[in-house]
């Protein structure tokens, strides 16, 4: 895709606000423009972020992080363009409708806006594509708290002022797979959840998508309740000033978490497409374990809706609550 970053002014501090964030290094996410009225971001195919195994499709929680990262960058350039300062814009809310799935072995790039700023809320609308625009993979709008400048620290500001300087830990960029040999052999999804429900094992399950290893995702049965785990890891960090996890990040870990639900208590024959998937963020998920509960709220005979509530320290202290949509059948 041939972009002229030149002609955006913005681009540089797009590249460094992105560069700060680890898990966007691991995912070797780039920033191709940068200005006060869009931001464009490409994120290159890689095995390691399949979330279908028989199709290669990557997995939903990947395009809802480059969507978010997307976002945020549109409000920090819109922030640096109208009021020239430099500001962090948690995410309070992101909504994504899934419209197709990524063709495997493509990359895949997010268009977003910051199209209204108030006091104290920006607001975005971001779209993610492959080949056209006007063939989206997913469609996005999200709202972010306007944090203080003040807040932003020294560090941190330095860090976007200038090339070449990076925080937060080191992290070592996937190796990108451009062909579609990486996919594996059709899922015995019936077999695989038969083999859980008897051993209570879900890290066979978990094996099979290649997304849950990368995160570094775990599952636990207790009865009839699951509670998903996603322990500490340097390379999901979004935030290194906290530090914090990536807020893509925890969204892909709750959807996942959904996809493990549905798949052992509704003893589904596929793995479950999301339809969409909409996540409140109600404190900063700092780099701990976190943990993730479903409810299944409805259930038709196509389509599920499940709840998912996801917490650290204190399970009545949520960080994030989150409402998806999923294809069954």
């Not at 940068?34 to 195919?45: D, F, I, N």
């Not at 809310?93 to 977003?112: H, I, N, Q, S, T």
């Not at 003040?150 to 992290?171: H, K």
């Not at 589904?268 to 909409?278: A, E, G, H, L, Q």
Request: charged share 20%; proline share 5%; with cysteine.
């Amino acid at each position: 895709m041939k972009v002229n970053s030149d002609f955006f002014p913005l681009t540089t501090l797009a590249k460094r606000f992105v560069s700060q964030l680890a898990q966007c290094r691991r995912l070797g996410i780039e920033v191709l423009e940068g200005s006060e009225h869009h931001v464009l971001l490409q994120l290159p195919y890689s095995s390691a972020l399949i979330g279908y195994p028989d199709t290669g499709v990557i997995h939903g929680g990947v395009i809802t992080t480059l969507i978010d990262t997307a976002s945020g960058t549109a409000v920090v350039c819109a922030i640096q363009e109208k009021f020239s300062t430099l500001e962090i814009s948690p995410t309070l809310d992101l909504r994504v409708d899934y419209m197709r799935p990524a063709e495997p072995g493509k990359p895949v790039y997010a268009f977003a806006e910051c199209y209204r700023l108030s006091n104290n809320i920006a607001f975005t609308r971001a779209i993610a594509y492959q080949d056209s625009i006007d063939e989206p993979i997913a469609h996005a709008v999200g709202s972010f708290m306007r944090i203080s400048p003040e807040m932003v620290g020294e560090q941190f500001r330095g860090a976007l002022l200038e090339d070449g300087v990076v925080l937060g830990p080191e992290v070592t960029e996937l190796s990108h797979c451009p062909d579609e040999a990486t996919r594996s052999a059709p899922m015995d999804v019936k077999e695989i959840v038969r083999r859980v429900t008897e051993l209570n094992d879900f890290g066979h399950l978990l094996e099979q998508v290649p997304y849950a290893r990368f995160i570094g995702m775990a599952v636990e049965r207790f009865g009839d309740e699951l509670v998903c785990r996603l322990p500490a890891r340097d390379a999901n960090i979004g935030n290194p000033v906290l530090p914090a996890i990536h807020g893509g990040v925890i969204a892909g870990f709750m959807e996942m978490s959904a996809i493990v639900q549905l798949m052992v208590f509704m003893q589904t024959s596929r793995v479950p497409k999301v339809v969409d998937f909409s996540i409140d963020y109600l404190r900063a998920g700092l780099n701990k374990d976190t943990f993730a509960e479903c409810i299944i709220t409805r259930q038709g005979r196509r389509v599920a809706n499940v709840n998912i509530n996801c917490w650290q320290t204190n399970r009545k202290q949520l960080i994030a609550t989150a409402r998806a949509h999923f294809l069954i059948d």
